[in-house]
């Protein structure tokens, strides 16, 4: 082993990043920087999911609440119903395009205030407007290609069981479309919610 070689140190790069947290956020103490920086970090991860937002306690009588609201859509004109569920859907896509944009703007705005121990939203958001947008596009191109997949890989598995003529049999498209799945599916899970990251 050679002893004039540089050492690895495990702990070091904790303890520097606790006294830079420390430099930043209580030498001096800003009440002003704190709500900044904190908006900043909101900012940067503005609709990621996560946080007990789905952590609800649902009654026991979720049998007679899903009756009550069927009985209720079953009442809505189809056409009606139809347009709401397009209108609804669209809405919901708008804003996860804005969140997903403002998220992107974000992380920019928050890196800023801390390699440059300032706190400031409207300077950084100008300064990184075209690297914010550039990695929002490229995020969302990442995240069409990712639901491209995921349908592509949902149709192979279900195309082979239509039937045709006679009876529909597995072939190569569903062992493919299964890898493929599994594939995702381990993506996704080893990399938690996905969020335009």
Same mark, same amino acid.
């Given at each position: 082993?050679?002893?004039?070689?540089?050492?690895?140190?495990?702990?070091?790069?904790?303890?520097?990043?606790?006294?830079?947290?420390?430099?930043?956020?209580?030498?001096?103490?800003?009440?002003?920087?704190?709500?900044?920086?904190?908006? /900043? /970090?909101?900012?940067?991860?503005?609709?990621?999911?996560?946080?007990?937002?789905?952590?609800?306690?649902?009654?026991?009588?979720?049998?007679?609440?899903?009756?009550?609201?069927?009985?209720?859509?079953?009442? =809505?004109?189809?056409?009606?119903?139809?347009?709401? =569920?397009?209108?609804?859907?669209?809405?919901?896509?708008?804003?996860?395009?804005?969140? /997903?944009?403002?998220?992107?703007?974000?992380?920019?705005?928050?890196?800023?205030?801390?390699?440059?121990?300032?706190?400031?939203?409207?300077?950084?958001?100008?300064?990184?407007?075209?690297?914010?947008?550039?990695?929002?596009?490229?995020?969302?191109?990442?995240?069409?290609?990712?639901?491209?997949?995921?349908?592509?890989?949902?149709?192979?598995? =279900?195309?082979?069981?239509?039937?045709?003529?006679?009876?529909?049999?597995?072939?190569?498209?569903?062992? =493919?479309?299964?890898?493929?799945?599994?594939?995702?599916?381990?993506?996704?899970?080893?990399?938690?919610?996905?969020?335009?990251?």
């Amino acid at each position: 082993m050679n002893e004039s070689g540089s050492k690895i140190e495990i702990f070091k790069p904790f303890g520097e990043a606790f006294e830079l947290m420390k430099r930043i956020l209580f030498q001096p103490f800003d009440l002003k920087k704190w709500l900044v920086i904190g908006f /900043a /970090a909101w900012l940067a991860n503005l609709g990621a999911g996560g946080g007990g937002i789905g952590n609800f306690n649902y009654p026991d009588n979720r049998r007679e609440g899903a009756q009550k609201f069927n009985e209720t859509i079953g009442q =809505i004109p189809q056409p009606v119903l139809i347009t709401g =569920i397009c209108v609804l859907i669209c809405v919901v896509l708008l804003l996860i395009v804005l969140f /997903a944009w403002l998220r992107a703007r974000g992380r920019f705005i928050f890196l800023d205030c801390i390699v440059r121990n300032r706190a400031a939203i409207a300077e950084p958001w100008k300064e990184f407007r075209a690297e914010g947008n550039s990695f929002f596009l490229f995020s969302l191109f990442m995240m069409l290609v990712l639901i491209a997949v995921i349908v592509i890989a949902g149709l192979a598995l =279900i195309v082979p069981f239509i039937p045709r003529g006679d009876q529909a049999q597995a072939g190569l498209a569903f062992w =493919i479309g299964l890898s493929l799945f599994v594939f995702v599916a381990v993506c996704l899970a080893s990399s938690g919610p996905w969020s335009l990251n």
